[in-house]
């Protein structure tokens, strides 16, 4: 009896103290109130216009992408033009949703119904760009209940102006804005609205909240389900949570019946190594959880996302788990997905994290609050001089005072209590403003770059006229979010024997595809004999089925196969062109015949952007100008070499855009051709660490595999005058550029 009585008491106990939040006290809305909020205001319109000016010039500089920006406005398009949610774009290398090249409907892969408002907003403006300023307005407006909510919890609106600045400023939510438009990054916001809501017990606004951010993503019904078991928990809002809870699942079940009835869920497949359905699934993760927590959490790349996750606060969330642990659904989801890009950190997969990791800093600011006013009272008790010192802490906070705040009844806070809010605010906004420097998402971050509008991307334009509106096309990534205002709009290669046009820029980002892949998939469509050219320009492709197809070119080094080369305008070309004025850092070295007797190809400059230290995941990028000496080139491949401490040669890159369609053979003497190498890292290269020498060599191109990296086959070089730290290695026959350390 004695210890049943006992458990009682220790379950009262506990459950009394699980009582966290109760009605909070009442702030007055002073003076310093408004001003307070004048200045979130000011923030957030200033991030309002920052990222609409920057994601719209970044439409305009075809820096955009068919995934999924050019989904998104053909689905919302389509709502408007008889087919609901209608999207015909996939990776047909990597995806599993190319169900058919008709098209499915949006519900199969993702249940996101704020759609169908969203498409009214094309009634007014047409265009990918609604879509960015939508998404940017929305997430912005989430700097406000970020700023209420700390204001009530923490008393202060000046403290409360730097949680807003923390939510504005979080890297995950700034690249989940970056990576072009997905309904679950409004959830930034509307999440928080939801909190703040349910802290203040302003339950129909909670419930309006709620439904708004479900109605984002199919996961997010999880979340609010959470929500309504904390309400039910920690502030013993019996009905409102209980209904969270069920309108939760109610929402699940509507979601089920709309997936199915699309076709999906589609994106199931990303989880399918962990069971067959949702029940194995959970049964595997319970009956093993050593060996989930080991494979999807405490390995490297899991683990270093959960690091991206907590480090732009600075880990203070691990100090509130009972706030955290809302973001766990979304956290599983990530860890054990299939996909890399879900536990990479970088893209909208973090969106609805954000939200939770605000909430769970502004309660760890409140739980190292309680801390110091515990080792104050006990300091206290240890002498009269520390109390004298600290005798702004002296008065006693009631047991729910305490719970809900940090001040006393009347908001107000002593001098030691500020100093330590903006200590504790200053620790984060200084992680966050690290983590914004690691990423690159600001443009106070190193490496940030404004999207350039230049001749090329103005050129594409005259492209796109080409094209009626009703016809189908196959075009790359960057293309697609031009074009996708059409029925049949495609990710190039899907559907490239099938669609009315085949649009490319061979110069573009060539994703789903590599550049040895895509350069195939090019010259099959070229050479096809069901796609003729209708305009080639600058490294622009415009192809039309039905018209004749290209000849083979006289210079290909050889009349057939996957060295053939079509019949291109000289014009196509003048993407790799260059005037002497562009030339980055002049150099005078000359590449020539294998006996040396014919000078074949000088090298006029070159740009090598590297750091004086790398490592595995530092990206390069390189960009060399070369001039034909001889109207008769053969056809020769550069390569980026790269010598390490232990005298080791490695082949860093021979990846240049555009460059199979314009090889040495088209090169006339005298022009400047500029050839960039596409962003690479050392990856998982076996490289001595130490002093290494970066250098580039001229090789025929019928040499491959291992023996391109045959001395004997490259081309001597020579370097007329000195040149910096640029050297000919004779022996080598290399150009010698620049030297880095390597970790």
């Known amino acids: 009896m004695k210890a049943s009585a006992s458990l009682r008491k220790w379950l009262a106990v506990t459950w009394n103290r699980l009582y966290l939040y109760p009605p909070p006290e009442p702030l007055p809305r002073r003076r310093s109130f408004w001003v307070a909020t004048a200045l979130v205001a000011g923030a957030a319109l200033l991030f309002s216009a920052f990222f609409i000016w920057y994601l719209t010039a970044r439409q305009d500089a075809f820096q955009t992408n068919a995934e999924d920006l050019g989904i998104m406005d053909q689905a919302v398009w389509s709502t408007l033009h008889g087919e609901l949610l209608h999207q015909t774009i996939c990776n047909i290398v990597g995806d599993t949703n190319c169900y058919s090249i008709n098209g499915i409907s949006r519900f199969a892969i993702h249940f996101e119904p704020i759609l169908f408002p969203v498409a009214l907003l094309y009634l007014l403006w047409a265009t990918p760009k609604t879509l960015l300023v939508l998404q940017t307005l929305v997430v912005a407006s989430g700097a406000f209940p970020a700023f209420w909510l700390a204001r009530w919890r923490l008393r202060n609106e000046w403290i409360a102006v730097g949680f807003a600045l923390l939510y504005l400023l979080h890297p995950l939510q700034n690249l989940a804005l970056l990576n072009d438009f997905h309904a679950v990054t409004f959830t930034s916001a509307l999440l928080l609205f939801v909190l703040y809501f349910m802290y203040t017990r302003q339950t129909a606004w909670t419930f309006i909240f709620a439904v708004l951010a479900m109605a984002c993503k199919e996961e997010i019904p999880l979340l609010v389900a959470l929500l309504g078991l904390w309400s039910l928990l920690f502030q013993r809002r019996w009905r409102s949570g209980l209904g969270l809870l069920l309108l939760a699942l109610a929402w699940v079940a509507l979601e089920l019946v709309v997936t199915r009835l699309a076709g999906g869920p589609l994106l199931a497949s990303r989880y399918a190594h962990l069971g067959n359905g949702p029940v194995d699934i959970a049964k595997n993760i319970l009956l093993h959880p050593l060996a989930i927590l080991k494979q999807y959490v405490f390995e490297r790349q899991h683990f270093f996302y959960l690091r991206q996750v907590l480090s732009p606060t600075g880990y203070l969330p691990l100090l509130a788990p009972w706030v955290l642990v809302l973001a766990l659904p979304t956290l599983a989801l990530n860890l054990l997905s299939s996909k890399p890009d879900m536990y990479s950190g970088l893209y909208h997969y973090n969106a609805e994290i954000v939200p939770v990791l605000i909430f769970a800093s502004i309660e760890a600011v409140v739980v190292i609050g309680w801390l110091a006013q515990w080792l104050l009272r006990r300091v206290r008790a240890l002498g009269s001089k520390l109390m004298a010192a600290w005798g702004s802490w002296r008065a006693r906070l009631a047991a729910r005072e305490r719970r809900a705040d940090l001040s006393g009844s009347h908001g107000h806070l002593s001098w030691g209590q500020l100093a330590l809010l903006a200590l504790l605010t200053s620790y984060l906004l200084v992680s966050v403003v690290r983590a914004d420097n690691t990423h690159g998402t600001m443009p106070f971050s190193p490496g940030f770059e404004w999207p350039v509008i230049n001749a090329h991307t103005r050129l594409a334009e005259r492209f796109i006229q080409m094209i009626p509106p009703t016809a189908s096309v196959s075009a790359q990534s960057a293309l697609v979010p031009h074009v996708s205002h059409r029925s049949r709009i495609y990710l190039f290669p899907y559907a490239d024997q099938q669609a009315d046009y085949v649009f490319l820029d061979v110069t573009s980002d060539m994703y789903p595809l590599f550049l040895g892949s895509y350069t195939a998939e090019v010259k099959k469509v070229l050479f096809s004999g069901d796609y003729g050219i209708v305009a080639a320009q600058d490294g622009y492709l415009l192809l039309k089925r039905g018209l004749p197809e290209p000849a083979i070119s006289p210079v290909s080094p050889a009349s057939s196969g996957p060295q053939a080369l079509p019949v291109l305008p000289a014009a196509f070309c003048s ?169």
């Not at 555009?658 to 090889?663: I, N, R, T």
Request: charged share 15%; glycine share 8%.
């Open 575 to 743: 993407f790799q062109w260059a005037t002497a004025q562009q030339v980055e850092r002049p150099i005078r070295a000359t590449f020539s015949s294998l006996d040396g007797a014919q000078p074949l190809v000088d090298v006029v400059g070159y740009s090598t952007p590297t750091p004086a230290t790398i490592d595995g995941g530092t990206y390069l990028q390189f960009t060399f100008y070369l001039r034909a000496r001889s109207s008769s080139l053969p056809a020769l491949n550069l390569l980026v070499l790269l010598r390490d401490s232990a005298g080791r040669e490695h082949l860093l890159s021979q990846d240049f855009p555009g460059f199979p369609f314009c090889p040495t053979t088209t090169w006339q003497p005298g022009q400047i051709q500029v050839l960039k190498t596409l962003p690479f890292s050392l990856g998982s290269r076996q490289i001595a660490p130490g002093l290494a020498h970066i250098s580039i060599a001229l090789v025929p191109a019928s040499r491959s595999g291992s023996t391109m990296m045959d001395v004997q086959a490259r081309l001597p070089v020579q370097l007329q005058g000195a040149s910096g730290t640029v050297r000919a290695i004779p022996d080598a026959r290399e150009l010698q550029l620049t030297s880095v350390i390597v970790r």
